[in-house]
């Protein structure tokens, strides 16, 4: 299908379509043309009028419909479906973040796991959607070997978030063997940029060395990450909606990675100011490594990661400072 039919007349459900990346994909489905229809629940896992902020533009375009709805509701959920039948479902809401859910693993068992196992079990009314399914690169857990590839082993996570997620995928394909249903799951690596979660290291650390206060750093600096700038993740995820045929698990990174010592030595010269370290010893259930291969979104896609560190950072810095003086 070529881009421009599957663009006229499309209806896009995005769940958690308040947080970062979701009202990040919002406005780009809305800005190509297309009708989309966001759910979300703006829970307190971080601020909810950090939430009522990242959707109030796409409130004002017509082709907006917000739902403010739980995904583990049944009968929320089948009246969105119902009434809008879309074409797509972008199923983002979940709780993300990997500490957290050493503290509160049942929070997550229920958001992610049952929340995604009642969105397919709905979505199987609609035969012709298309469900793209957010996982994340935490699935690689204690694999050492960089770059990660789609079919190595995943069945060791490290986290509860990532077996969540990683339980989420298999749902997905349980989904699709039974059913037929079109199900992509695409698996994130760490993901920044303008309304990037506070909770976040590059957020987090640019708040805390503008303010002059203290950054936590776990472990000696020398851990990688492979960081995915938002315009990247949300090209990614449109190309996934116009093709996503049978079931497939796509790595979605920018195939380079920074150290965390020489990352926050870019925000302090970035923002102009020396950061504070407080270090800790590495925290469990975090990953030493990240970098995805991306051979395979490259094929599916045609995805090309476009932004590195560099700019990203400096457009990041910038969507904080405009930010802070509205
Ligand atoms: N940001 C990243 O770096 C990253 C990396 C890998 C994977 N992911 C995945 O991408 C997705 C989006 O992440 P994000 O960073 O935008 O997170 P986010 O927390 O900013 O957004 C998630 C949204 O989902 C909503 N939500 C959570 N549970 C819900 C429920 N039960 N019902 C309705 N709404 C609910 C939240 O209120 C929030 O607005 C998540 O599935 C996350 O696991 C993110």
Redesign the pocket.
């Known amino acids: 299908m070529r881009s421009t039919e599957y663009e006229a007349g499309t209806t896009v459900l995005v769940?958690?379509a308040?947080?970062?990346?979701?009202c990040n994909l919002v406005n780009a489905l809305l800005a190509r043309g297309s009708s989309v229809v966001g759910?979300?629940?703006?829970?307190d896992?971080?601020s909810p009028a950090i939430?009522r902020s990242n959707v109030a533009d796409a409130l004002q375009h017509k082709a907006f419909t917000l739902i403010e709805?739980?995904?583990?509701g049944r009968d929320a959920m089948k009246a969105a479906l119902a009434t809008h039948k879309p074409d797509t479902v972008v199923h983002?809401?979940?709780?993300?973040g990997v500490r957290p859910s050493l503290e509160r693993p049942a929070v997550y068992v229920r958001?992610n796991v049952e929340?995604t196992t009642n969105l397919l079990e709905l979505a199987r009314a609609l035969p012709k959607t298309r469900v793209i399914l957010?996982?994340?690169?935490?699935v690689y857990g204690s694999n050492n070997a960089v770059p990660f590839r789609e079919d190595m082993n995943v069945d060791q996570p490290i986290s509860v978030y990532a077996a969540t997620?990683r339980a989420c995928e298999i749902m997905a394909h349980t989904y699709h063997t039974l059913y037929g249903m079109d199900i992509w799951c695409l698996r994130?690596?760490?993901?920044y940029g303008p309304a990037q979660?506070p909770d976040?290291a590059i957020h987090r650390f640019t708040r805390l060395i503008d303010e002059g206060k203290p950054i936590t750093v776990y472990g000696d600096g020398s851990t990688t990450r492979d960081y995915l700038y938002i315009d990247d993740c949300v090209a990614g995820v449109m190309a996934a909606m116009e093709r996503c045929k049978g079931f497939e698990i796509i790595n979605l990174g920018e195939e380079q990675t920074v150290r965390l010592d020489r990352l926050v030595e870019m925000l302090s010269q970035a923002l102009g100011k020396t950061a504070k370290i407080d270090r800790q010893p590495v925290h469990p259930g975090d990953m030493l490594h990240t970098r995805a291969d991306v051979t395979k979104a490259r094929k599916l896609l045609g995805y090309q990661p476009h932004t590195m560190i560099e700019e990203g950072l400096k457009r990041f810095i910038g969507w904080y400072r405009k930010k802070d003086q509205s």
Do not use: E, M
């Open positions: 769940t958690g308040a947080g970062f990346i979701g759910v979300d629940n703006f829970n896992f971080y939430k709805a739980d995904i583990c983002l809401a979940a709780w993300a958001n929340g957010a996982s994340s690169s935490s997620k994130f690596f760490t993901c979660r976040l």
